[in-house]
């Protein structure tokens, strides 16, 4: 896993002799990664192309993938390997089909987080850090994922799976067994248990109605003389001369 080891050990899949290329329609996506930078800052379209040699990879970074990023914006390979080792989000090492990162953070794990992980792992067979052994699934217990309103959750591959009980990421497990993870909800995350968002258990109980902006003064802010903070609150629409200290003066 990219966080537990930052040194590289040759595997028969993942050399430096390994043959790795983009695609031509990677070069293409490539070529308008890098028109976005000057031609002697090329090396800002690092991470993008590390996450396009990812992606075409199947989830993981070879290092002969990193090797070729380096080729193509003119560093030294080492540049890239840190770049690779810092951040989590790149595999050194192949991962399942489907890769499950599960957030053990405070608010997930006040929230049943560990009884997912102890779902995850009984229904499966493995532990954190594994793979499956037909290659379909890999857990690792991550920091938190911003999603915690929605705890317990977990991320797989792209997406969120939110709100999660044993019974529900049983269901999701054997979804993606199948072939099917059910699809995104409305805001490109999946409340698994119903919820359209991060609504919660009452429903929406706030910002039901659109809210009354605070009445204007006549012309708007535009048409004000230069503010001051003394009259700030009267631009703002919050008072008037009357009611502000401009009065007392
Ligand atoms: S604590 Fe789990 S998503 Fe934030």
């Known amino acids: 896993m990219s966080g537990a080891n930052a040194s590289h050990i040759n595997t028969p899949d993942n050399t430096t002799e390994t043959y790795f290329d983009f695609t031509e329609e990677n070069y293409e996506r490539i070529n308008r990664i890098l028109s976005k930078y000057p031609a002697n800052y090329k090396q800002s379209g690092i991470?993008?192309?590390?996450?396009l040699a990812q992606r075409q990879a199947g989830g993981w970074l070879p290092l002969a993938a990193m090797d070729k990023v380096a080729k193509i914006v003119g560093v030294a390979p080492?540049?890239?390997?840190?770049?690779?080792?810092f951040y989590t989000m790149f595999n050194r090492e192949k991962v399942g089909k489907y890769f499950m990162?599960?957030?053990?953070?405070?608010?997930?794990?006040?929230?049943?987080?560990?009884d997912i992980k102890r779902t995850i792992e009984n229904h499966l067979g493995i532990k954190d850090g594994e793979t499956t052994e037909d290659g379909l699934f890999t857990l690792r217990e991550v920091e938190c994922l911003g999603a915690c309103a929605n705890a317990p959750m977990i991320q797989m591959n792209d997406d969120y799976y939110e709100c999660l009980t044993p019974k529900t990421t049983i269901e999701l497990l054997e979804?993606?067994?199948?072939?099917?993870?059910?699809?995104?909800?409305?805001?490109?995350?999946?409340?698994?248990?119903?919820?359209?968002s991060c609504e919660g258990p009452q429903g929406k109980t706030t910002l039901i109605e659109e809210p009354k902006a605070p009445p204007l003064r006549e012309g708007g802010f535009s048409s004000f003389e230069k503010v001051d903070p003394a009259t700030v609150k009267v631009h703002m629409g919050?008072?008037?001369?009357?009611?502000?200290?401009v009065k007392a003066e």
């Open 238 to 245: 919050y008072g008037t001369y009357e009611e502000t200290a």
């Open 101 to 114: 990162q599960l957030c053990g953070t405070t608010p997930c794990m006040i929230c049943g987080s560990e």
């Open 47 to 51: 991470i993008p192309m590390l996450d």
């Open 78 to 85: 080492m540049r890239v390997y840190e770049v690779a080792t």
């Open 175 to 196: 979804a993606c067994k199948k072939g099917t993870p059910p699809p995104m909800g409305k805001w490109g995350s999946l409340p698994m248990n119903g919820q359209v």
